[in-house]
């Protein structure tokens, strides 16, 4: 892929596909990292002439206009961070976007609004998506890709405007792909994988092709009861995918058979219900009440979990431990974030809901090799699938 350093970008408009879709709380952003982790690549923009015109989505507005998912209270926060004045562009490549764009002088940033108010980004159509592309690259002479966290959707902005205008992925995009390749490519070993969230369905990709490649896979969250499921435990109101169990079956003998040391929760936080002061006990995770669901994993499989990754060289984590959002459930979660916290392996953080547990417990970032932007992304990749947005920017 091209870089920054090959483009010429000085007093001409650049098209910048930032990932920007922040978590909020009415108009106030309650996770800014996706933001932050935009930054270097508009500021180094900007910093060398170019008339900067950044793009992003946010939410699922799903081609309709909905105030709420407005990217203006993103644009007064990149302003912030940038030091400078955004403008903003109230439509994305109308009347606003078009005058906003002519506005713009060397150095100077626009930000336009939700690309996902038009249903040309998302369309399955290629000729609806391509004539949306068309009017977004009309905007602007060159493009940069720097949206990791959206590379993995066949979005017009992401996909089909890098191949009408010249191109190149910029500073974040690069830094992720550098990660995923030593992730995939020169991995050093003992190689841990841990996994969470609430859906097996989610990963069973990333899953398959891991088994190929790792030491040990550490199994948590809502995904876990699946495979306690699978192993014939009783579970009783825990999150569980029936329709899964043969597909688990299979991984766990696929890791018998190859060696890989596939390790699931020894214990729970079992509560009476899902809310963040119910009551709960700890109890065998092979165990659990009937009228009980594991909302986090247990002190002894928190132990387990650190004794896994103490002599681990690369790990990847990808998914909370339990419901860090709630205080109550949040200790397993913390307690694989500290394992890797001044660890002297290659930790990575897989985005999405991990590096989103990993500021709102105020864990330090600088503790990881790396946070990724992009969780579904980052595993679309470890899965060995193309992702489109990537393809665009390598051609």
Not at 200 to 205: E, Q
Not at 372 to 394: F, I, N, R
């Amino acid at each position: 892929m091209r870089t920054l350093d090959d483009l010429d970008v000085k007093g001409r408009r650049v098209l910048v596909r930032a990932d920007l879709n922040v978590p909020l709380d009415g108009e106030t952003i309650t996770d800014d990292g996706r933001i932050r982790a935009s930054v270097p690549t508009i500021r180094a923009l900007a910093g060398r002439g170019a008339k900067v015109i950044v793009c992003a989505h946010l939410g699922r507005p799903k081609g309709q206009v909905k105030p709420e998912f407005s990217l203006r209270p993103v644009a007064r926060r990149l302003g912030e961070l940038l030091g400078q004045d955004v403008a903003f562009a109230t439509d994305v490549a109308g009347p606003s976007a078009r005058s906003t764009v002519e506005e713009l002088q060397e150095g100077q940033v626009a930000l336009l609004e939700n690309l996902r108010y038009e249903p040309g980004e998302e369309s399955k159509d290629d000729a609806t998506r391509e004539a949306f592309a068309a009017e977004l690259a009309g905007l602007a002479e060159l493009y940069v890709g720097d949206g990791f966290g959206a590379v993995h959707r066949k979005h017009a902005s992401v996909y089909d405007v890098p191949r009408l205008l010249p191109h190149a992925a910029g500073g974040l995009v690069v830094a992720e792909v550098e990660v995923l390749r030593r992730l995939t490519e020169a991995t050093e070993r003992p190689y841990v994988v841990v996994l969470g969230g609430a859906k097996v369905s989610d990963k069973l990709g990333v899953i398959a092709n891991l088994l190929t490649k790792v030491d040990r896979l550490l199994i948590g969250g809502g995904m876990a009861y699946t495979f306690l499921k699978a192993q014939g435990y009783e579970v009783g109101g825990s999150l569980l995918q029936d329709d899964q169990l043969d597909q688990v079956r299979g991984f766990l003998n696929e890791a018998a058979k190859r060696g890989v040391d596939l390790v699931l929760p020894v214990d729970v936080l079992a509560a009476t219900h899902f809310a963040e002061d119910a009551p709960y006990d700890v109890v065998e995770a092979d165990a659990i009440p009937a009228d009980r669901q594991g909302l986090d994993i247990g002190p002894r499989t928190r132990e387990l979990f650190a004794s896994k990754l103490a002599d681990a060289r690369t790990v990847f984590w990808n998914g909370p431990m339990g419901v860090f959002e709630f205080d109550e459930f949040a200790g397993g979660t913390r307690a694989v974030a500290e394992a890797l916290i001044g660890s002297e392996a290659f930790t990575v953080v897989g985005g999405g809901d991990s590096a989103a547990a990993v500021r709102k417990l105020g864990l330090p970032e600088d503790g990881f090799s790396h946070i990724s932007t992009g969780g579904g992304a980052s595993l679309e990749y470890l899965e060995g699938k193309t992702l489109p947005g990537l393809a665009a920017l390598e051609d």
